[in-house]
């Protein structure tokens, strides 16, 4: 599966933005997507995942809870992040990626994935 990540952008703090992956390949849904971001200097980490196979089993980091939300159209082969109360600390470039494992508990390492999509850059800045 080939993934692209886009939607990224500047932002205000407190505003809001919506990325999206698109996948290629007929057996999407198949696949369970996490979104991960990188800043400057620092390890890439988990931001959110959405379970594959019919399940749409959700976990979070504690850092977006509440104020992210994972959503996935299997119709569009799309998966969408909508990022809402953004903060300075939320500026990473955000990647999307793909395994076939519907084990959502275990999703949360950049490890866990075999694919993986290019970045898309969030700013957040006042």
């Known amino acids: 599966v080939q993934l692209q990540a886009s939607g990224g952008g500047l932002v205000h703090p407190g505003g809001s933005l919506r990325l999206t992956c698109k996948a290629s390949?007929?057996?999407?849904?198949?696949?369970?997507i996490g979104w991960f971001r990188q800043a400057p200097g620092k390890e890439r980490e988990f931001v959110a995942v959405?379970?594959?196979?019919?399940?749409?089993?959700?976990k979070y980091a504690e850092a977006v809870k509440g104020r992210f939300a994972i959503s996935r159209d299997n119709a569009k082969n799309t998966v969408s992040l909508q990022m809402n109360s953004l903060q300075l600390e939320d500026t990473a470039v955000y990647y999307c990626?793909?395994?076939?494992?519907?084990?959502?508990?275990?999703?949360?390492?950049?490890?866990?994935?075999?694919?993986w999509g290019q970045g898309t850059q969030v700013t957040v800045s006042s």
């Open positions: 959405i379970a594959g196979a019919g399940r749409s089993t959700q």
């Open positions: 990626a793909a395994d076939r494992s519907i084990i959502v508990s275990s999703m949360a390492t950049p490890n866990a994935y075999d694919y």
């Open positions: 390949g007929r057996t999407f849904r198949d696949y369970t």
